[in-house]
């Protein structure tokens, strides 16, 4: 269709650009509107405003083309024209509907969620049934936080229009959301057959089959239909991610610094150059990109452990345990990050508190925890009129502060204040799974999955299961649609190997440690016992040594070397025991 929300200025002109050559003078039948229609059709911002200028000085009133111009205008993301042709409201009958309809993706582009709420109420009085008008009405709905509405409303616009790529691409990104890569890919693709021209679909679809596992059909995909896809900024950047998750750094480099798009801020595009430094280990770099990133996303454990290691790397041992021993050894710290601060502490000299947090991380499980608070004490005693935000932190905090009632109570206020938000379900589910009230933890988490379903709230939901089977066939289904997602697959490998099905444990193990997790102690230590099992004592003994060279002091990783150790080292099996008996007294 005609304007994406996300089509900045640049990807506009390169699709103006990428057809101009195909565009003509119209058929000496066609009117100068029509042919400005013809070529907004073909995304062809440009054109279409010259013929849209010819139709007024042949004496158009200008209000059969304020919409067209409005629309020329949002497609080449000239923001200021588009309001100086659709503010006013003033469009013929004939172009009322569409008139409103952009007026309302005006003001979303500029963050008027109200006002846009406004003109798209006015486009529905004049045409209800508008499939393109769900769509919007659905995106303006998940942007207000109404996820559960804005599904309904994608439904509403599929129903109205099965074969509408506008509809079939937002509840493709809806159920990328909810139910994996896999599921968004398969509705993305039907999409794009209705739309082949649209270079933007055509680079989420092929970053949808990246995140999936699929990165030759990925890149098929941007070099499909011409190859003008490859050559956009995001199609240079989700190349660029290809090449870096096939360790190729070189060229992931060069990718990136083609698409420019590191310099516009884009969050994702700092990570994938601060991930790339840290290959090349340019830890000093990593590290002040990785600082930025984290001022602005302060709750993003990846982040987190990214700068950690990046500080850990780069002699900034004493920064790293200012920073992060406080979350380390909180209820939110992983045990990754408890074992970089206690390797820090240990680099420092501080040996009691090394000991500390590497304890800490041995001992440390797979149990569910909920954000931290940066709200003050104070913010526990707040009124009830607390914004979404607030209301938010005040939940973490009460949670962690195991002020379970008050928890219980504010969240229950906040599900109701926002019925539709999938945060505010995750986040009721947290407050009752922490006072122990299981059947409505799930019921929480699964409203909060039906719109978005990440791998925190996904092992959660396994979690509060009552039968170990309906558990494991969760995760499996979370697996197959997710499966660059390494700690998944590895959680779902222990849930299989209690089932004795060793073979296939090995196998998600492997996919797991191809995917990140070799640096995982647990990880490692539960492939030299699957390779036991498999009566592989070669590769036991080498997973069971790297699992405790990483973590010495981690139960499962002694008791894998344990195992995996030959009779003949008797003395060194009595040391290990000894030390596994010391860590389980307590």
């Known amino acids: 269709m005609i304007f994406r929300r996300d089509l900045g200025p640049v990807a506009g002109l390169l699709l103006g ?33 010259v013929f849209l200028e010819r139709a007024l000085e042949q004496g158009t009133p200008r209000e059969d083309v304020a919409a067209l111009f409005g629309e020329a205008a ?26 409103f309809r952009l007026l309302g993706r005006l003001e979303m582009a500029q963050g008027n969620l109200p006002a846009a709420g406004a003109a798209f109420d006015r486009s529905y009085r004049v045409e209800p049934d508008s499939s393109d008008l769900w769509v919007d009405i659905g995106r303006l709905r998940y942007r207000g936080g109404e996820q559960v509405q804005a599904i309904e409303a994608a439904d509403r616009a599929l129903a109205l229009d099965p074969d509408s790529g506008e509809a ?8 990328r959301d909810s139910e994996g890569m896999e599921a968004g890919a398969a509705l ?73 798009l590191e310099r516009s801020e884009l969050a994702s595009a700092q990570l994938l150059s601060a991930i790339i430094d840290l290959a ?19 709750d ?46 240990e680099t420092l000299g501080d040996r009691q508190r090394a000991a500390f947090f590497i304890d800490l991380a ?47 109570k504010r969240a229950r206020a906040f599900a109701q204040r926002f019925p539709g938000s999938a945060d505010a379900q995750a986040l009721l589910g947290d407050a009752e799974l922490a006072q122990g009230n299981k059947a409505a933890a799930r019921a929480a988490y699964e409203r909060s999955a039906k719109v978005r379903r990440p791998w925190p709230l996904a092992l959660r939901i396994a979690g509060v299961q009552d039968d170990p089977a309906r ?8 697996v197959r649609n997710n499966p660059m997602n390494g700690e998944a697959a590895a959680v779902l490998a222990d849930a299989v190997a209690a089932q004795g099905k060793w073979d296939r444990a090995a196998q998600l193990l492997d996919h797991a440690i191809m995917l990140g997790q070799a640096r995982v102690p647990w990880v490692l230590a539960a492939r030299s016992i699957a390779a036991l099992q498999l009566d592989d004592r070669e590769d036991a003994l080498d997973y069971a040594l790297a699992a405790h060279e990483l973590q010495p002091m981690n139960p499962l990783a002694i008791s894998a070397l344990l195992a995996a150790l030959p009779d003949t080292e008797a003395a060194a099996k009595v040391e290990l025991e000894a030390k596994l008996q010391s860590l389980t007294a307590g």
């Open 74 to 99: 949002l497609v080449a993301g000239d923001l200021p024209a588009a309001r100086k042709w659709l503010g006013p409201g003033k469009f013929s009958e004939g172009t009322r509907a569409i008139g």
């Open 17 to 49: 650009l990428a057809i101009l050559g195909g565009c003509g003078e119209p058929a000496p039948d066609h009117s100068p509107v029509d042919a400005a229609r013809a070529q907004l059709a073909r995304g062809d911002a440009l054109a279409a405003r």
């Open 188 to 260: 993305l693709a039907k999409a794009l057959e209705r739309q082949p021209d649209d270079l933007e679909l055509r680079v989420e679809y092929a970053a949808t089959l990246s995140d999936a596992g699929r990165p030759r059909e990925a890149l098929e995909a941007l070099r499909a239909a011409g190859g003008h896809a490859a050559v956009t900024p995001r199609g240079l950047f989700v190349q660029a991610i290809i090449a870096a998750r096939g360790d190729d750094f070189r060229l992931a480099r060069n990718l990136l610094e083609k698409s420019d």
């Open 362 to 408: 041995a001992l440390d499980g797979t149990g569910l925890t909920v954000l931290p608070s940066r709200s003050p004490q104070a913010a526990r005693t707040a009124p009830a009129t607390l914004g979404g935000a607030q209301l938010r932190d005040y939940v973490r905090a009460a949670i962690a502060g195991r002020e379970t009632a008050a928890a219980v």
């Open 168 to 175: 079939l691409q937002f509840r493709g990104q809806l159920a």
């Open 300 to 345: 993003n454990r990846r982040v987190r452990e990214l700068l950690a290691y990046a500080l850990s790397r780069s002699g900034g041992e004493r920064e790293l345990v200012h920073r992060f021993a406080e979350v380390a050894k909180g209820r939110a710290g992983s045990a990754y990050l408890q074992l970089l601060v206690g390797r820090a502490c």
């Open 280 to 298: 090349e280990e340019n830890y000093a770099s990593a590290a002040l990109a990785l600082d930025r990133l984290y001022s602005r996303q302060p």
């Open 471 to 478: 558990a494991r066939q969760m995760l499996a289904h979370y």
